[in-house]
């Protein structure tokens, strides 16, 4: 890229020209047996020659290493074959066409289907060897776009979504079988049109992100539409999975959160939920400079553009919401072990810059403890994907955690293994990639078993 790029297109978020393919990558440490699969992870990617005006709007770009055998096999990239790469536009002579879409947020498998996700689109189906199958919409049953955030619950093996749009009905509540039939859809009533990327599920509720930033026409031609709106307010809604539409809303202290790391509901029967939360002004700083400078969603770069993880507690007995802030770390893209997706869970995972360095973190909710693992200056990491173990039994933090690092000038990137009993600890293994990976959002590893 040119001296005169934005910043978003430099350093560890610079663009790749191509798509490659490598095999047997070279592994320090040992690869533990159990990871049979495939780490897939998704992000922007302009095409060669072109200037996205934000760093969320460029083509999505599938980053993939195959591991088997303890081996790493192969790593290939693959950019989704959008109508948006190929130059169409989702906005038609007859309205919003949903098919097409930059499809450049995350990835992920459900009912032996792979797809690539983003929020103001229908998902696009890839293979598990990152070809692209094209635009899905369950057979036309999918009426509106699909978050690039669906929960999958644990046991029943549902996938919970939802959609939102610019338009009435601006939000949407969508049920996937656990053979990926469409069965449930229910509009969610909400004012107007807000930034809805996350939310959450218990055992027994959806819970809905109500929160001020929205969209306008006269930010659309700016590249991204949306921003603070101190007018619009912030709420928290709670719904039964059993009567879909019907939902009791929390006022909250305005703020905004883009990543929830689980929710559960409690003996009390309030719906607990933690997420990685902006404050009103840390908001506003963030959005500012995100377009411009996106090390500001983790670094604070961006003036005092900061999440902390947060906990809300919807009492639906009283109608009140409190709230705690859990750790004064500054986090973004908070996960859980997708087996106590919904449930209680002790542990959560996310991507941390403190003091210069860049890492991954692990909170302990229990203790109030904090295990950091620690990057040279020089690198940053990406989201951390858990990975369980097999052993029967095992702890809750039994298993391993997956995270692309890429050096911050964007020369080269690691795929590292972390033991997530010893999060702090040396990587268990570190596979080295053929090349430098972009600064990316969401991915997933899909075990074999997953694919049938």
Same mark, same amino acid.
């Given at each position: 890229? #040119?001296?005169?790029?934005?910043?978003?297109?430099?350093?560890?978020?610079?663009?790749?020209?191509?798509?490659?393919?490598?095999?047997?990558?070279?592994?320090?440490?040992?690869?533990?047996?159990?990871?049979?699969?495939?780490?897939?992870? /998704?992000?922007? /990617?302009?095409?060669?020659?072109?200037?996205?005006?934000?760093?969320?709007?460029?083509?999505?770009?599938?980053?993939?290493?195959?591991?088997?055998?303890?081996?790493?096999?192969?790593?290939?990239?693959?950019?989704? +074959? #959008?109508?948006?790469?190929?130059?169409?536009?989702?906005?038609?002579?007859?309205?919003?066409?949903?098919?097409?879409?930059?499809? /450049? #947020?995350?990835?992920?498998?459900?009912?032996?289907?792979?797809?690539?996700?983003?929020?103001?689109?229908?998902?696009?189906?890839?293979?598990?060897?990152?070809?692209?199958?094209?635009?899905?919409?369950?057979?036309?049953?999918?009426?509106?776009?699909? #978050?690039?955030?669906?929960?999958?619950?644990?046991?029943?093996?549902?996938?919970?979504?939802?959609?939102?749009?610019?338009?009435?009905?601006?939000?949407?509540?969508?049920?996937?079988?656990?053979?990926?039939?469409?069965?449930?859809?229910?509009?969610?009533?909400?004012?107007?049109?807000?930034?809805?990327?996350?939310?959450?599920?218990?055992?027994?509720?959806?819970?809905?992100?109500?929160?001020?930033?929205?969209?306008?026409?006269?930010?659309?031609?700016?590249?991204?539409?949306?921003?603070?709106?101190?007018?619009?307010?912030?709420?928290?809604?709670?719904?039964?999975?059993?009567?879909?539409?019907?939902?009791?809303?929390?006022?909250?202290?305005?703020?905004?959160?883009?990543?929830?790391? /689980?929710?559960?509901?409690?003996?009390?029967?309030?719906?607990?939920?933690?997420?990685? +939360?902006?404050? =009103?002004?840390?908001?506003?700083?963030?959005?500012?400079?995100?377009?411009?400078?996106?090390?500001?969603?983790?670094?604070?770069?961006?003036?005092?553009?900061?999440?902390?993880?947060?906990?809300?507690?919807?009492?639906?007995?009283?109608?009140?919401?409190?709230?705690?802030?859990?750790?004064?770390?500054?986090?973004?893209?908070?996960?859980?072990?997708?087996?106590?997706?919904?449930?209680?869970?002790?542990?959560?995972?996310?991507?941390?810059?403190?003091?210069?360095?860049?890492?991954?973190?692990?909170?302990?909710?229990?203790?109030?403890?904090?295990?950091?693992?620690?990057?040279?200056?020089?690198?940053?990491?990406?989201?951390?994907?858990?990975?369980?173990?097999?052993?029967?039994?095992? =702890?809750?933090?039994?298993?391993?955690?997956?995270?692309?690092?890429?050096? +911050?000038?964007?020369?080269?990137?690691?795929?590292?293994?972390?033991?997530?009993?010893?999060?702090?600890?040396?990587?268990?293994?570190?596979?080295?990639?053929?090349?430098?990976?972009?600064?990316?959002?969401?991915?997933?590893?899909?075990?074999?078993?997953?694919?049938?």
């Amino acid at each position: 890229m #040119t001296a005169t790029a934005p910043l978003h297109m430099t350093g560890h978020f610079a663009p790749v020209p191509d798509e490659i393919e490598a095999t047997d990558l070279p592994v320090e440490g040992a690869i533990p047996p159990e990871l049979t699969g495939r780490y897939f992870r /998704n992000g922007p /990617n302009p095409l060669p020659g072109e200037v996205s005006p934000h760093w969320f709007t460029g083509h999505g770009m599938l980053h993939g290493v195959r591991l088997r055998g303890g081996r790493a096999e192969w790593y290939r990239n693959r950019w989704v +074959r #959008t109508g948006a790469l190929e130059g169409r536009s989702m906005f038609g002579p007859e309205g919003i066409d949903l098919s097409v879409g930059v499809a /450049n #947020t995350h990835v992920v498998a459900h009912a032996g289907r792979i797809m690539a996700l983003v929020e103001s689109s229908h998902p696009h189906v890839v293979t598990p060897e990152l070809d692209t199958v094209g635009p899905y919409d369950f057979g036309g049953r999918l009426t509106t776009a699909m #978050t690039a955030h669906p929960k999958t619950d644990p046991v029943t093996g549902e996938l919970h979504f939802f959609g939102y749009g610019v338009l009435p009905p601006y939000l949407t509540y969508h049920r996937l079988s656990a053979d990926g039939e469409l069965v449930t859809s229910a509009d969610i009533a909400v004012p107007g049109p807000t930034m809805n990327h996350d939310f959450a599920i218990t055992d027994r509720h959806a819970v809905f992100l109500d929160l001020p930033i929205t969209f306008s026409m006269e930010r659309l031609a700016q590249g991204m539409p949306f921003a603070w709106d101190d007018a619009y307010g912030a709420r928290m809604g709670v719904m039964p999975l059993d009567r879909p539409g019907e939902v009791t809303w929390f006022d909250v202290e305005p703020s905004f959160t883009f990543h929830i790391g /689980n929710a559960h509901t409690d003996a009390a029967g309030r719906v607990v939920v933690d997420g990685a +939360r902006y404050a =009103a002004a840390d908001a506003v700083a963030m959005w500012d400079g995100i377009g411009t400078d996106p090390d500001g969603i983790v670094s604070g770069a961006a003036a005092t553009g900061l999440a902390r993880m947060h906990r809300w507690t919807l009492d639906p007995a009283t109608g009140r919401a409190s709230e705690e802030v859990l750790h004064d770390l500054h986090v973004e893209f908070p996960t859980v072990d997708d087996e106590r997706v919904g449930r209680a869970a002790r542990y959560r995972y996310a991507v941390t810059e403190a003091r210069g360095r860049s890492g991954i973190v692990q909170f302990d909710t229990e203790h109030g403890r904090a295990a950091e693992h620690v990057l040279d200056a020089d690198t940053v990491a990406g989201e951390a994907v858990f990975v369980p173990s097999a052993a029967p039994g095992r =702890a809750e933090d039994d298993g391993w955690l997956l995270t692309i690092t890429t050096r +911050r000038d964007g020369s080269a990137s690691q795929l590292l293994v972390l033991d997530a009993t010893d999060v702090a600890g040396a990587p268990v293994a570190a596979v080295t990639l053929p090349r430098g990976v972009p600064a990316g959002f969401h991915g997933s590893w899909i075990d074999d078993a997953e694919l049938g």
